[in-house]
């Protein structure tokens, strides 16, 4: 006969308990497969005590877990190879490295480090790389600045002391989907990302040959939809409304495609008016853009008129957030649709001239973007009616 017992506190492993003679009791238990018994002398309670505290202690050792000799022996190495370290820390670490390695072998990344020497690093906090990122980038158009800050120094608001290196994928990745933004506006975070760590690579705050965090994480894709654009009754009204200050960014951005960081940069000496050109210099369209000459519209021509002789700057910082403006207050849209007078242009001007590597040229962008994210269908009737305003 015997008795098991398991404690109701302190313990999980079982315990049992055999009577030998009426003063003697055997408890048995087994560790990591084996066996294991004692004996003890008295009552029974005296063995019921006895056997509650081997059950705490071997509860206490193994975690309420018994395991074998292999597990026993890889915790063994594990907490010897992390040292000072947690064990978990260093588990971590290695797989994150192999994360990063894309399933190549760790003793191929410690030969490729010894050939190449350290990789070395400045420690630097969230803060100081913002606020020197944010420096550099001063003389930026104000709406991409604005960008800029508003995702980098939020994120510093939060972790300003925490260093570059620490910034993992699934932190940056929590971090930008935020809110649940859309797939475009994941993306524009993602570009910032990167954008800002690439930088830190190049100031050595990243250790390089290995990707980013920004890196691993893969863009959203955007569904394939036709883009709003202007109607031609909302463009002639939006011509009337707009006052002299607004009128050139308006009709350059409707009637020449132009876009609106490009807007911004503009001057009035790159209007060529004997030939008919708009030249978008390669200051001017960055480094995604390309420069090109546009052709200036004949109605285009007719409301730019009064400008011929203008020198300098092209138009006002904040002309996009006043017309946005204007527009709803004249009850002309309900929102200002992102890029629409570029759309608005290359939809007409495609139907009008029906050749889309043409059109492509003037837009300073490829045949496939310009038909899967710019084109909205319409007729060649549609396309003279638009390039026909401010001739009426």
Not at 197 to 217: A, Q, S, T, V
Not at 233 to 261: H, I, K, N, T
Not at 314 to 329: D, I, P, Q, V, Y
Not at 376 to 392: A, I, M, N, S, Y
Request: proline letters at 5%; charged letters at 30%; hydrophobic letters at 35%.
């Amino acid at each position: 006969m015997h008795d098991s017992l398991t404690p109701s506190r302190g313990g999980a492993q079982t315990v049992r308990i055999y009577p030998k003679t009426d003063k003697v009791w055997t408890l048995k238990w087994r560790v990591a497969g084996k066996a294991v018994a004692t004996s003890v002398t008295g009552t029974r309670k005296d063995a019921e005590a006895r056997a509650r505290q081997i059950s705490k202690d071997l509860s206490r050792r193994h975690g309420g877990k018994i395991v074998s000799n292999d597990d026993a022996e890889v915790a063994a190495m594990v907490r010897k190879l992390a040292g000072e370290r947690s064990p978990f820390v260093m588990l971590g670490e290695l797989e994150r490295a192999q994360q990063i390695l894309g399933g190549h072998s760790l003793i191929e990344a410690v030969g490729f480090y010894a050939k190449r020497g350290p990789m070395t690093c400045e420690r630097t906090t969230f803060k100081d790389a913002v606020n020197r990122f944010l420096k550099a980038y001063q003389g930026s158009p104000i709406q991409t600045l604005a960008g800029l800050r508003k995702e980098l120094q939020a994120f510093t608001a939060k972790h300003a002391e925490l260093e570059i290196p620490s910034l993992g994928e699934t932190m940056l990745e929590d971090w930008i989907t935020r809110g649940d933004p859309g797939p475009r506006y994941f993306n524009n975070r993602l570009a910032t990302w990167k954008t800002f760590l690439n930088r830190c690579r190049d100031w050595k705050y990243l250790p390089g040959g290995e990707k980013h965090p920004g890196e691993l994480i893969k863009p959203r894709r955007l569904a394939d939809k036709t883009p709003e654009i202007l109607s031609v009754r909302q463009c002639r009204q939006l011509l009337a409304a707009v006052p002299d200050s607004l009128l050139p960014y308006f009709a350059v951005g409707c009637f020449a495609g132009v876009r609106p960081f490009e807007l911004m940069r503009l001057k009035w000496e790159d209007f060529i008016w004997d030939r008919k050109y708009l030249h978008v210099r390669a200051e001017v369209a960055g480094k995604t853009s390309q420069e090109r000459f546009v052709p200036l519209q004949e109605n285009l021509l007719r409301i730019l008129a009064p400008w011929r002789k203008a020198t300098g700057r092209f138009c006002e910082t904040h002309a996009r957030e006043k017309l946005s403006l204007l527009a709803r207050e004249k009850k002309i849209l309900a929102a200002w649709p992102m890029d629409v007078m570029r759309h608005s242009f290359c939809s007409y001007r495609l139907a009008q001239t029906q050749n889309i590597g043409q059109v492509a040229e003037e837009a300073g962008n490829s045949p496939t973007i310009i038909r899967r994210h710019y084109r909205r269908p319409l007729t060649k009737e549609d396309g003279d009616q638009w390039f026909h305003l401010g001739c009426e």
